[in-house]
């Protein structure tokens, strides 16, 4: 795995305790030297300088962090701020997205997708950050079609996107099916494949719903079976999760993005079964 790209994914705390406890996760994680930590954005304004502050206690720590930048609901002008102040940071890095604006915010902003938001970061900043953008092997629920979804993630690229990161999948045929559409139609920067460790089975059902990845019928049904008993879940999506990562590696995958939750047990477990 050492020469594989790999990094977590955090979201910004809401609280003084929420941060101590990021810091005490992440000294942990530290221990599995990730390439980077990426951090979450919130579209419409909600947890953006929360973003900051997480980014610049990894950056002072001496590790690589890359905020998250979603453009939804923003203007030239406060993406462009919130550029110089990621430059101003230090930042070297970012992952652009489009975001999704939380129910009930009126906003639309001045961006309608993030090929937008790549193509003004390259015209406000030239080379100096690698864009990461997102990718779908089970498709983005809200695209017209599979070829739709692609033709988005090709406008990404050739706006200027260095590397994709994908929402997280259960079915590595998915991904492998992904990867070989996406070198008919020309991208050819690589895609690491974003994993979501599996240790709360009605938390995972939600995100899911929610964006859109395949929970395979026989997972389900076994996750369901545990009803209460967590230590069972765990045991059990950690098998899962390993045998996932270990396929997508052998199978040629250059690298894997955890969706940590801020939790470092799950992430650890699966990285030492990766590395044995
Ligand atoms: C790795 C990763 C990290 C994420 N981090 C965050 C985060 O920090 N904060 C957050 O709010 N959300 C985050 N998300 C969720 C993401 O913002 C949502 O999935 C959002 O709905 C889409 O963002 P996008 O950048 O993929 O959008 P886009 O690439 O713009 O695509 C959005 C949808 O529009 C369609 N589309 C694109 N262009 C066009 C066009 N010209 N005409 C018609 N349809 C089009 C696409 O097919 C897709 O269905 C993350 C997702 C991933 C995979």
Redo the contacts with the bound molecule.
């Keep these: 795995m050492a020469d594989h790209n790999f990094s977590i994914?955090f979201?910004p705390p809401k609280t003084p305790e929420g941060t101590e406890k990021l810091r005490a996760t992440r000294a942990k994680l530290s221990e599995l030297h990730p390439k980077y930590y990426?951090?979450?954005?919130?579209?419409g304004g909600s947890t953006q300088q929360g973003?900051l502050d997480t980014v610049r206690d990894i950056l002072a720590a001496g590790e690589e962090a890359a905020p998250?930048?979603?453009?939804?609901g923003g203007t030239r002008e406060s993406i462009r701020k919130v550029l110089a102040d990621f430059k101003d940071a230090g930042v070297g890095r970012i992952?652009?997205?489009?975001?999704?604006l939380p129910s009930g915010y009126g906003g639309a902003g001045e961006f309608?997708?993030?090929?937008?938001?790549v193509e003004f970061i390259r015209a406000e900043t030239g080379d100096h950050f690698h864009i990461?953008?997102?990718?779908?092997p089970e498709?983005?629920?809200?695209?017209?079609s599979p070829q739709?979804?692609?033709?988005?993630?090709v406008?990404?690229v050739q706006a200027g996107a260095d590397s994709v990161?994908?929402?997280?999948f259960y079915n590595a045929d998915a991904y492998f099916q992904f990867i070989e559409q996406t070198q008919k139609v020309g991208i050819n920067v690589p895609i690491v494949a974003?994993i979501m460790p599996i240790t709360n089975y009605t938390q995972l059902l939600r995100f899911s719903e929610m964006?859109g990845a395949e929970i395979p019928r026989w997972v389900r049904l076994k996750l369901a079976s545990f009803g209460d008993d967590s230590a069972s879940i765990k045991a059990f999506g950690l098998d899962v999760v390993t045998s996932l990562c270990e396929r997508l590696l052998e199978g040629g995958a250059p690298g894997l993005?955890f969706?940590s939750l801020n939790q470092a047990a799950a992430t650890t477990a699966l990285w030492q079964r990766l590395v044995k």
């Design positions: 994914e979201f990426s951090v979450t954005f919130g579209a973003t998250h930048l979603s453009c939804v992952v652009a997205l489009r975001g999704d309608r997708y993030a090929n937008e938001l990461e953008v997102a990718g779908y498709m983005h629920p809200q695209a017209r739709d979804d692609l033709q988005a993630l406008r990404k990161i994908t929402q997280y974003g964006c993005h969706y």
